[in-house]
């Protein structure tokens, strides 16, 4: 009997003895997505935008969070993604370990798939003496980390599969300061649903909503309030800008430990009526929508999922030029890169692309085209789909 595979994982045997094609079942692959929390935030937001389209007929996702932090939970059960957690709410609380191996033997899955730091030394660890075949880590904020959990990933990288990250920069830098081989690094960019970014809603209802004057110009940050994301250097960025244009309001969309701090930084600006925390947002495509340029102070990034998200909408980006924001946003094309903590250039641009209207609608179309040409959510499936795919074993039929 032959054994061979035509499209969409659909199996086919030939019976020489009887000379006839039979169809026959095979068993799923299953895979567990280790994270370290289901805060909201751009990992979590592209799995929630990824896990439902890929192969159902040959893949079967989990998500475990490792903390207690879940308020994504529901998401992903609303998606029929089975959601685990090792329940983690203390430093002191070493039985999580015990916990994750509880999962692995009831769920049984045949790939972990690890994201961010913790949740990749721990996967890789539990993974590994669970018997795990195929360990899959997802590197995207090794830059952020301190000096023992860059020693533990450097310790524990030996025995993942395959290291994956989202942008060439990423992969230069596990490299070279992780000592991760080349042929183990795999670069997959972050995917788009563009359709999600055609608001039928009109800006002014959207606006109306959020109680903001329809004559302001509107300048928006989104990301988790941290001192990585330079929401700090947003801020002072925006005082410089109303020096000269009184007519802006600034938007800061997410939450995060570091929000105590910025409203105290906003009060003693004297900024507090012209800037608005919005918190965490289910409704970015319509914020994005009345938005006039987005801005991006990051200190450090990996590949900014806000950037693609920006492009997608159409919109005009001032970006700090770190990690791989350069592989999303090409300068003067379709938005603006700009030293790392320097307000003052970052005001520049942002008050000449919103004095500049042909400007700001040359680099917001630019962005769209480059989205759909590179950054589609078919695209991201595709190579997510290749990569699982080289571990589907192929003899697991029932």
Known sequence: MQIFQLNYGIYFAWNYGQKEIMQISYKKTKILHLITSLEVGGV????LLGLPHIDKKRYEHAICSITNKMPMANEFKKKNINVFTLNINSKTDFLYSFRLRNIIKTYKPDIIHTYLIHANILGRIIGKTSNIKVIICSERTIGQ?????????????????????????????????????????????SGIDMKKYQISKSKTEIKKSLNINGSKKIILCVGRLRKVKGINFGIETFCEIQKTMKNTIFLIAGEGEEKKQLEEQTKMLSLGKQIKFLGARKDLPEIFSISDVIIMPSITEGFPRIAIESMAAGKPIVA???????????????????????????????????????????????????????????????????????????????
């Open 44 to 47: 979590q937001h592209g799995l």
């Open 145 to 189: 980390a301190n000096w023992y959990e860059r020693f533990l990933t450097k310790i524990t990288n030996p025995l993942a599969n395959i290291v994956e990250v989202n942008s060439k920069k990423g992969k230069y830098s596990i490299n070279k300061n992780l000592k991760v081989p080349n042929e183990k690094i795999k670069v997959i960019y």
């Open 320 to 398: 700090n030029n770190v990690g791989g924001t350069s592989e999303a946003i090409k300068h003067k094309y379709n938005g603006v890169l700009v030293p790392s903590k320097k307000p003052k250039i970052m005001a520049k641009w942002v008050i000449k692309i919103l004095e500049d209207k042909k400007l700001a609608n040359k680099l917001g179309e630019n962005g769209k085209k480059l989205v759909s040409e590179k950054f589609t959510l078919e695209k991201y499936i595709k190579k997510v789909e290749m990569m699982y795919s080289k571990y589907t074993n192929k003899e697991r039929f029932s």
